[in-house]
C-alpha cells in the first residue's frame, strides 16, 4: 500500500539486498521514502534499489574501521544486516565471535553516531535495530548471536534516552525464526549439533517455543519497521517488539 507517509524521509536500510532488509527497503519506499539500500552484496544492492527507485552502497560493515568517520544525512535507519553462526561455546571459532560482534552491534553504533547529528539538527530521526527474540531469549548453541543481539537492545535503549529530548526515537524488532535465505541456511548446523533429521528442524527447534506454528514473514516485518518509522510512532520510544508467535509469552 502506497500513502506516502514518509515522502520527503531519507532512509538506510543495512542487509538490504534480500530477506529482511529489502522487505524494509521496499514498504518503506512505498510509503514514500527514499532508500538508501545498503549491502556486501554489491550486484543485489544495485537491483533492489534499481527496482524502488534508490540508491545503492556497496559496503562491508564487517570492515567497521571505515565507518569511524562517516557521517550520514538520513532521517531513518534500519540497522538489519546481520549473519549466524551455530555452534556449542567450546567449538565456537573466536574470530566469528569478534567478526559478528562487529557486524551487529559495533556497526551499528558508528552508523547511529553517524545519524544522529543530521537528525538532531532537523529534530526528526527514526532508529530501528532489527534485532531478535534471541535479544530477549537465549538458546544454546548461538553464543554469538544472542552475545550480539542481547547488546544490540541495550545499544538501542540508550539511544533512545539520549534522543528523546531531540525528536529522535530508537527501538527494536524482534521477529522468532523469519523465513529468509540466513534461516535456511542454519538447517543444517542445527541439525548437526542437534543430531536430528534436517527435515526434523523447523519443526522440533525453529518452532518448538513458538505459539504459531510458521515462520515469520519478511514482509510482517517490513511493516512494523515501518510503521515505527512514521509519525504515528513518535511516542514510541525504548522499547522492543517481539515478532515471535508467542515464544517469548512463555
Not at 515462520?215 to 519497521?225: A, T
Amino acid at each position: 500500500m502506497k500513502d506516502n507517509a514518509l515522502r520527503g524521509r531519507r532512509a538506510l536500510v543495512t542487509g538490504a539486498a534480500s530477506g529482511i532488509g529489502a522487505a524494509c527497503a521496499r514498504v518503506l519506499a512505498d510509503r514514500g521514502a527514499l532508500v538508501v539500500v545498503a549491502d556486501i552484496d554489491e550486484v543485489g544492492a544495485k537491483q533492489v534499489a534499481t527496482d524502488l527507485g534508490g540508491e545503492a552502497w556497496h559496503i562491508d560493515l564487517c570492515d567497521t574501521s571505515e565507518l569511524d568517520s562517516l557521517t550520514l544525512d538520513v532521517d531513518i535507519l534500519v540497522n538489519n544486516a546481520g549473519i549466524q553462526s551455530v555452534a556449542p561455546i567450546e567449538e565456537m571459532p573466536p574470530d566469528t565471535f569478534r567478526r559478528m560482534q562487529r557486524l551487529m552491534v559495533e556497526a551499528p553504533f558508528l552508523l547511529i553516531r553517524a545519524s544522529l547529528p543530521h537528525m538532531y539538527a532537523r529534530g526528526f530521526g527514526r532508529i530501528v535495530n532489527v534485532s531478535s527474540v534471541h535479544g530477549l531469549r537465549a538458546s544454546p548453541y548461538k553464543s554469538s548471536y544472542v552475545a550480539a543481539k542481547h547488546a544490540l537492545e541495550g545499544l538501542s535503549k540508550t539511544t533512545a534516552l539520549e534522543g528523546a529530548s531531540r525528536g529522535v526515537t530508537s527501538n527494536c524488532v524482534n521477529p522468532g525464526y523469519v523465513a529468509t535465505e540466513l534461516v535456511a541456511k542454519q538447517i543444517a548446523d542445527q541439525a548437526r549439533v542437534h543430531d536430528m533429521d534436517e527435515d526434523e528442524v523447523v519443526e522440533k527447534v525453529m518452532l518448538t517455543e513458538s505459539a504459531i506454528k510458521r515462520l515469520v514473514r519478511p514482509e510482517e516485518v517490513g511493516s512494523l519497521v515501518a510503521w515505527l518509522a512514521s509519525d504515528d510512532a513518535a511516542m514510541v520510544t525504548g522499547t522492543s517488539y517481539p515478532m515471535d508467535g508467542g515464544w517469548s509469552a512463555r
